[in-house]
């Protein structure tokens, strides 16, 4: 039976890289194609955007669109899957307020990714200047995952504490008030490089708040321009020199896209990767050949992706009703679990139960 609840979304802070391409965007299209689940929902996470930037909801706005139209362009199909925008769903606000109950302060602020977010978005050490919002937006995640009843979730690795703050949450509302939450399992993507793909700076993480991405909306012309001033081995001075493979931000991107048949399309006197890293540890290949390569291979990746984003480019009217649409679906379904969660919790007031409840103890 297909029972699998698939639930993934992206912060509408910016056009989608290939480091959401190859830590989420490629794994949902796969699931969304191998057909083997209930229900895939995709959700345009503008709240979870506004925590870190009140100040510019204007930002948030330019990006919906913006983010649909990348996730048509993989080929993520309206017929398949639910998209939708996380604003417009109440009962995800609402659950949110109920599972803040039930996790402590210091908890959020032990979180990893937030940690390291506060760091990056330039709040101060000891949380002063937080906004509260941001603090707590992995209980909201827990409340936009938990409303879907998704049991996968495809994402980076950035996400793993997310979730683990979901799992906590669902065993201790089920623990507390009865098993209405279904425990998540985050889906992180079996090539480790692909987990967290660093930025063409080099820098850990591709990031839309960080500006170096390579986006799936790049022209040809900027792909081209990224990839060839992209860094590579300090050392590898003379094309002569052994270079270095392992923090070379190049190699790292052939990991996470070239395949075989790029080296018989591309570079037929290599095999694999494997034969093309072991000629650069040895000396005597220069970065601008292995650059072509990547951007070759990347091509290969995004002029499609380019095709289809120009396709739905003229049709933002029926963009608008796909997303319309999903987020009517998502209402109606994050409307069911909500109910749930209230009864399991006695706080709904207005049924029979009550009524009965309620006339007993004054009848008495
Ligand atoms: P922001 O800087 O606004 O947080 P972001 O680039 O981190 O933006 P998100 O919308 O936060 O993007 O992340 C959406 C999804 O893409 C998440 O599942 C996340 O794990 C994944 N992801 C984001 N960046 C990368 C990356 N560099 N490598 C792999 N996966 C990534
Ligand atoms: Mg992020």
């Known amino acids: 039976m297909k029972e699998n609840i698939i639930l993934t979304g992206d912060r509408p802070t910016g056009k989608l890289h290939i480091g959401h391409f190859v830590g989420s965007l490629r794994e949902r299209v796969k699931l969304q194609n191998e057909g083997n689940y209930k229900e895939m929902l995709i959700m345009i996470a503008d709240m979870q955007a ?10 948030v706005r330019d990006n919906i669109i913006e983010v649909m ?13 639910i998209f939708f925008v996380q604003s417009e769903i109440k009962a995800l606000t609402e659950l949110t307020m109920y599972y803040m109950n039930l996790v ?5 602020l032990r979180n990893p990714t937030v940690k390291s977010e506060i760091k990056m978005r330039g709040y101060d050490n000891d949380t002063t200047g937080v906004p509260v919002g941001f603090a707590n937006y992995p209980i909201s995640q827990a409340a936009d995952i938990t ?5 996968v979730v495809p994402v980076g690795d950035d ?54 991405g390579i986006y799936l909306s790049d022209t040809k012309e900027e792909v081209k321009r990224k990839v060839m001033s992209m860094y590579t081995d300090p050392n590898h001075l003379k094309i002569s020199d052994p270079g270095n493979v392992e923090e070379n931000t190049v190699f790292t991107y052939l990991d996470a896209f070239c395949t075989d048949e790029d080296f018989i399309k591309y570079l037929p006197e290599y095999k694999n990767l494997d034969e093309l890293k072991n000629h650069y540890r040895r000396g005597g290949l ?29 049709r933002i009217p029926e963009v608008i009703e796909i997303l319309k649409l999903g987020t009517a679906k998502a209402n ?18 207005f049924n029979e139960e009550f009524l009965n409840e309620q006339l007993n103890k004054f009848s008495k």
């Open 50 to 59: 506004l925590t870190d930037n009140s100040g510019n909801p204007q930002k």
């Open 69 to 81: 139209l990348d996730y048509l362009s993989v080929g993520l199909d309206p017929e398949k899957t």
């Open 104 to 108: 402590t302060l210091p908890r959020l």
């Open 147 to 151: 409303a879907f009843k998704a049991n």
């Open 159 to 212: 996400q793993l504490p997310m979730i683990e703050q979901t799992r906590e949450i669902v065993k201790s509302f089920n623990n507390t008030y009865n098993e209405v939450l279904i425990m998540p399992n985050a889906k992180i993507p079996d090539n480790k490089v692909c987990c967290r793909l660093p930025g063409t700076d080099g820098n850990a993480k591709m990031s839309k708040s960080l500006g170096n």
């Open 286 to 314: 220069g970065d601008v050949k292995i650059k072509q390569f990547l951007n070759q291979v990347l091509e290969g990746v995004l002029e499609p992706i380019r095709e289809k984003r120009k396709y739905y480019e003229q």
């Open 332 to 349: 109606s379904l994050a409307n069911e679990t909500l109910n749930e969660v209230k009864h399991a919790i006695g706080i709904d007031y």
